[in-house]
């Protein structure tokens, strides 16, 4: 006797279960003996300081749903897991909790994050570099795990004995080894160049990680004396405070209007220094007045100019920015303030000619959104033209694959364009820059592990640098340092390149392009041949989940209301490629419906399969079980079973054949709508309903042959609804599938091969003949329900022109009067006259017969209504036929089908207009 199934389906009583289950029996663990195919794919790592967003939650289940798949289809399925130490975010965490602790009276209070940052960055410095990686590594060890816990609970199928964390010991030596390789190569340099320094973070950051955003903002005119008194130049700006850095000012060789100018000495107003005027190409005469101040400390442009005219460099803002000695008497005021006071005092010299309103791109922070500065900073830098080189190429030559394709073009333009990457950071939590400075002689020495003496002096007096590498750095080295390169291992021997990554685009150029550049470097081969690009995760009205919006959506909570697999389903349903996802709550819960209607169905089949004798349920177990349970051939020839198992069957591989080729191509939007309507409609609405007269009648003997033959069909397609909806919907269709009567049941269903459908049961002649029946059945219960006759059973008479058609609805008479309601049902060959009782199907007609009068006006407005629904599906349809590329490039039995799809719309269509011509 099987366990009772609770009448109501309750994620909570079932998915922690199976959580824990699989995680605990390895079971996502690939199988050591090499599969005939493998499949691997490494996480992109979450954050340590993280928890799981509605787009972890979309990426995860995209991931998912792929390796559940390939599973199923027998692969040797890797899905590696794993944590980033998220150098600025864990430190800034840390920083803060130190600040909390030394100032507790703030809490609650305005300005107690500020003052705690302030207070933990005090701290840090106090407690020197050890003790405070010592308190980084207690965090990690305490708050770290919150993602895997939140993975764990959500089932995603990873191999957790493979879990990586990029600051473990081999892989910080895998990091330090393409450091040291890089350098030796000089393709890792450092110098004294402009960065994009935070304040607030106090580090320097990458060109992708400031967000530029148009502010109001305003050009001062300034003027700028001749040394000799004589005259001066108006020099326009939008940063009045870097004027106390200037060294030059510059001009456009070819403006006339400065010819005379080039060469002459000119006085800095407030501080007296005197500057030269220069010549230089990049100078915009339509600029301002067309001279330009020349601040080579704090703008990347003017660095390059005063490279070219060898202009000193003078740094009048510091890492916190405030200015420096070299201010002069602005020394220690905020840039901002030091801004309004230089302003004031050149409107009082007389200086300020004029402002003007001005719209600037003003760079921020990515992370705590403080305006970036320019700073000449001495950094280590990667050179990126020729690591780009081979990274171009394997995607311009189909190597890799980006997906959707208007993002290859994208990434191809932002390499063909790429800078220097600046990757120190100034940092201390992070994989510490591998180079030291001996004290004695100057020597830097880079090393993969730590020196004794400096090679050239040879004095143990060596100085570790400070610095961190960016994040993004280690982060690149992902798809092969997780499989233990630099070391000849198993796993990376059997599971590089991978063969896809799945990731939105705003890391595309941060990670993507990176990992690809190292991969080509270091293994001479790409990283994953597939790539795709994921969509945003936006509210109901597609507008971009934000919490100052307050329209963020926390997918713990949303699984915890509706159940995991609800919120996959709607994410996957919704997972257009290209296109954005309004998600809301409403659309998870119609997909809890979903998920109700499914276990519905089990329970409605599993309580009447203790009906049969207990025999025939032991025999029902044997044919289960593969690969017996994987094909039809044990159960009848095609052509012996009845039509609605010919049709379900026929329909089963169509399903299963669409199924697979959309997430091949990754449109899991289409994938899951096919399952969905394929279980709700199909096997649900039609063909549970079809054999409930076998499944749900008491038999005190054996069995009689029609319902044995429905309850083998019956299972065999419901266990293969569970393999197919198992990828979108895993704990349910585990529940249900270790439910189902077998001998023996293998682990997990997600590891039970599926491969029950081919060309032997495509059936597509049972399929039209089966949606003939559909139609008379449909149009019988629209026809009772449109003369008011729901509640009554009349008799109905069918008439066609062909004897085929009056042949197969005669021969399955007894179940349409069942399902259509009618009490009988007579048949005759030719046509009905065109009248309002007369209902138009396609290549039959049909007549309700009872005393109920028809409305004329109502059923005009019928037929009105069914010939513009024709015109419309006609126009659609000739559209497609008359579309010269559909009818070259398509499968001739598709363009066929279309032909003959016009035909029958014609066909309804001239009934129709008859029908409306009589009434006329």
Same mark, same amino acid.
């Given at each position: ?15 922690? %279960? ?27 790592? @979450? ?61 609650? +209070? ?43 609970? *959500? ?13 473990? @010991? ?44 148009? %502010? ?54 407030? &501080? ?27 703008? @990347? ?20 920015? %405030? ?66 080189? @081979? ?179 709607? &994410? ?24 109700? +209607? ?53 329909? *089963? ?37 079809? *054999? ?167 059923? %005009? ?43 029958? &719309? ?15």
């Amino acid at each position: 006797m099987t366990e009772e199934i609770a009448k109501v389906y309750s994620p909570d009583a079932i998915e922690p %279960r199976w959580a824990r289950e699989w995680i605990e029996r390895q079971l996502y663990r690939p199988p050591s003996d090499a599969a005939p195919e493998r499949f691997a794919l490494v996480i992109p790592p @979450p954050n340590i300081t993280g928890s799981l967003h509605m787009g972890h939650m979309l990426e995860h289940t995209e991931i998912d749903i792929l390796m559940r798949w390939h599973r199923m289809r027998g692969a040797s399925v890797l899905w590696l897991p794993g944590t980033d130490h998220a150098s600025i975010a864990t430190q800034m965490i840390v920083e803060q909790e130190l600040g909390r602790e030394a100032l507790p009276q703030l809490e609650g +209070k305005p300005e107690s994050k500020s003052a705690w940052r302030r207070e933990g960055q005090r701290r840090r410095r106090e407690m020197g570099h050890e003790k405070f990686l010592e308190r980084c590594w207690e965090w990690k060890e305490q708050n770290g795990g919150t993602i895997r816990r939140q993975m764990e609970r *959500l089932g995603a199928s990873v191999d957790w004995t493979r879990d990586r964390f990029t600051m473990d @010991p081999a892989y910080s030596r895998a990091v330090a080894e393409v450091f040291a390789r890089l350098y030796e190569e000089g393709l890792i340099y450092r110098g004294k160049y402009i960065v994009n320094w935070c304040p607030r973070c106090g580090t320097a950051v990458s060109d992708l990680e400031v967000i530029h955003e148009e %502010r109001p903002g305003h050009l001062w005119y300034i003027r700028y004396p001749f040394e000799n008194g004589k005259g001066y130049l108006v020099v326009a700006t939008t940063r009045p405070e870097t004027m106390l850095g200037d060294t030059a000012v510059a001009v456009n060789p070819s403006d006339e209007r400065y010819r005379a100018s080039v060469g002459r000495k000119i006085v800095l107003p407030l &501080l007296g220094r005197a500057i030269p005027v220069v010549a230089d190409d990049f100078v915009d005469p339509k600029f301002g007045t067309g001279a330009v101040k020349v601040t080579p400390a704090h703008d @990347p442009n003017d660095f390059e100019i005063s490279e070219r005219h060898n202009l000193p460099r003078i740094e009048v803002i510091d890492d916190e920015a %405030r200015m420096t000695a070299e201010a002069g008497p602005y020394q220690g005021l905020d840039r901002f303030e030091a801004r309004e006071a230089v302003v004031q005092d050149l409107r009082e010299r007389g200086q300020l000619e004029k402002i003007e309103d001005y719209a600037l791109s003003v760079g921020t922070c990515q992370r705590c959104k403080t305006v970036v500065e320019p700073r000449l900073s001495t950094q280590w830098f990667m050179k990126m033209k020729q690591l780009a080189a @081979p990274a171009i190429r394997v995607v311009e030559d189909g190597r890799i694959r980006i997906v959707p394709e208007n993002y290859r073009k994208i990434y191809l333009d932002w390499m063909e364009n790429i800078h220097d990457w600046c990757v120190s950071r100034q940092l201390w939590w992070g994989h510490r820059i591998p180079a030291w400075y001996c004290e004695a002689c100057g020597q830097v020495i880079v090393a993969r592990e730590t020196p004794q003496s400096c090679p050239k002096c040879h004095t143990k007096d060596l100085r570790p640098d400070d610095d961190v590498l960016d994040t993004w750095f280690s982060s690149a080295l992902w798809p092969f340092a997780t499989l233990g390169w630099p070391e000849e291992t198993e796993d990376l021997r059997r599971y590089y390149p991978n063969d896809l990554m799945i990731m939105g685009f705003d890391i595309l150029f941060f990670w993507g392009a990176r990992m690809i550049m190292m991969g080509m470097k270091f293994m001479k081969d790409v990283p994953f041949r597939e790539l795709y690009i994921h969509a945003l995760v936006r509210d109901a009205e597609r507008q971009k989940m934000s919490k100052t919006k307050g329209n963020v959506l926390d997918p713990l909570e949303v699984t915890e209301k509706y159940g995991t697999d609800a919120v996959r389903f709607a &994410l996957a349903i919704s997972a257009a490629p290209g296109t954005d996802i309004a998600f809301s709550n409403d659309k998870v819960e119609s997909y809890r419906a979903f998920a109700n +209607k499914i276990w519905n169905a089990a329970r409605f089949i599993l309580m009447n399969l203790e009906k049969p004798p207990a025999a025939f349920r032991e025999q029902l177990a044997e044919g289960l079980q593969p690969p017996a349970g994987l094909g039809l051939g044990a159960v009848a020839a095609p052509e012996s079973l009845a039509l609605a198992d010919r049709w379900i069957f026929s329909r *089963l591989a169509t399903v299963t054949r669409e199924l697979n080729e959309a997430l091949e191509t990754f449109r899991f939007h289409e994938a899951a709508s096919t399952i969905y309507h394929f279980f709700w409609h199909e096997l649900c609405d039609w063909y549970l309903e079809w *054999l409930k007269p076998e499944i749900t009648a008491i038999h005190s003997g054996e069995l009689p042959p029609a319902a044995r033959a429905a309850w083998t069909n019956l299972m065999r397609v419901f266990e293969a609804s569970l393999h197919l909806l198992h990828p979108f919907m895993p704990f349910i269709t585990e529940e249900l599938w270790h439910r189902l009567p077998r001998v023996r049941h293998e682990t997990s269903l997600s590891l039970a091969p599926f491969a029950l459908v081919g060309e032997r049961v495509a059936d597509p002649v049972s399929e039209k003949q089966f949606q003939i029946v559909q139609e008379l059945i449909v149009l019988a219960r629209n026809a009772k329900a449109e003369t008011g006759a729901q509640k009554e059973k009349p008799s109905a008479q069918v008439a066609s022109e062909d004897l085929r058609i009056l042949e197969l609805l005669r021969a399955h008479q007894e179940t349409i009067q069942r399902l259509a309601g009618l009490k009988a049902l007579n048949f005759t060959r030719g046509r009905m006259t065109a009248d309002p009782s007369v209902r138009v199907g396609s290549g039959f007609d049909l007549r309700l017969l009872h005393e109920q009068s028809v409305d004329p006006a109502a059923e %005009r407005a019928r037929l009105q209504k069914e010939k513009e629904k024709l015109e419309r599906q006609l126009a659609q349809s000739k559209k497609q036929l008359d579309d010269q590329n559909f009818v070259s490039r398509a499968p001739r039995e598709v363009v066929r089908g279309a032909e003959h799809r016009f035909e029958e &719309l014609s066909a309804h269509l001239k009934k129709v207009l008859e029908a409306l011509g009589k009434m006329s």
